[in-house]
């Protein structure tokens, strides 16, 4: 099993940032991607970013996209989401999740998932 803590959420006002971390551990397989998903209250969970093992292969959901970054350091087990010029409508728990690849992963097809940490962004 792999278990998956998500770190750095919190409240902030919309323009302003925020840097998400996930970090992985227990027994994995691997190579695996990483990626993040969020729901909003009364929502269906999205997906919002997913990067392979060597990071040449990176998705986002178009409503994020030129404003999100996700990353990745093996050596730490860990994938970021730096958020920045974020807007209410991003507010969300997000989720960070792994699978096999990116594919699965975009939906969400054999995924690992971490218990969620809350963005809220005022405006």
């Known amino acids: 099993q792999v278990q998956l803590v998500e770190s750095g959420g919190g409240l902030v006002q919309a323009g302003g940032s925020l840097r998400l971390s996930c970090a992985a551990s227990?027994?994995?397989?691997?190579?695996?991607?990483m990626g993040w998903f969020r729901q909003a209250p009364g929502k269906e969970r999205e997906f919002v970013a997913a990067?392979?093992?060597?990071?040449?292969?990176?998705y986002y959901a178009e409503s994020v996209k030129g404003r999100f970054t996700i990353s990745r350091d093996n050596a730490k087990n860990t994938v970021y989401l730096q958020m920045n010029s974020l807007k209410p409508e991003d507010t969300a728990v997000y989720y960070c999740?792994?699978?096999?690849?990116?594919?699965?992963?975009?939906?969400?097809?054999?995924?690992?998932w971490g218990q969620g940490t809350q963005v809220t962004v005022s405006a």
């Open positions: 990067i392979s093992w060597l990071g040449t292969i990176i």
């Open positions: 227990g027994r994995t397989a691997s190579p695996t991607s």
């Open positions: 999740a792994t699978s096999r690849d990116t594919g699965r992963l975009r939906s969400g097809v054999d995924a690992n």
